[in-house]
């Protein structure tokens, strides 16, 4: 089991920064991958970025490309999400999630690490609200 906490969540002006951060406990070694996903009242959780967390391969959805920064501390068993230049159709509920699983063909990972299925840990989510 593994489980995820994520901090960090508030509300920010148009332009502003942001750092979520999400714990993770139990038994990481089984979060091959972990995610940050968000979901707005009324839409489809979306995912945001995601990092393998043995290579360090890293994936972003294309609304927060160059915008939104992902990393991880290994010895710390911490996922991050730097956000950037926010606007308000950034404003939603930010889960962090980690799985182990994988897709049917390699050239798959990039699509795959995005999607809520590929994952079977979720954290309680942080609100991030952005507005003027």
């Known amino acids: 089991q593994v489980q995820l906490v994520e901090s960090g969540g508030d509300s920010v002006g148009p332009g502003g920064s942001l750092t979520l951060n999400c714990s993770i406990s139990?038994?990481?070694?089984?979060?091959?991958?972990g995610a940050w996903f968000r979901q707005a009242p009324g839409k489809e959780r979306e995912g945001v970025a995601a990092v393998y967390r043995s290579t360090g391969a890293i994936y972003y959805g294309a609304s927060v490309k160059g915008r939104f920064t992902i990393s991880q501390d290994d010895a710390k068993n911490m996922l991050y999400l730097q956000l950037n230049f926010l606007i308000p159709d950034d404003t939603a509920v930010y889960y962090c999630?980690?799985?182990?699983?994988?897709?049917?063909?390699?050239?798959?990972?990039?699509?795959?690490?995005?999607?809520?299925?590929?994952?079977?840990?979720w954290g309680q989510g942080t609100q991030v609200t952005v507005s003027s």
């Open positions: 999630a980690a799985g182990q699983g994988r897709p049917a063909s390699r050239n798959e990972w990039p699509s795959y690490l995005l999607r809520p299925s590929a994952y079977n840990y």
């Open positions: 139990g038994s990481p070694e089984n979060a091959l991958y």
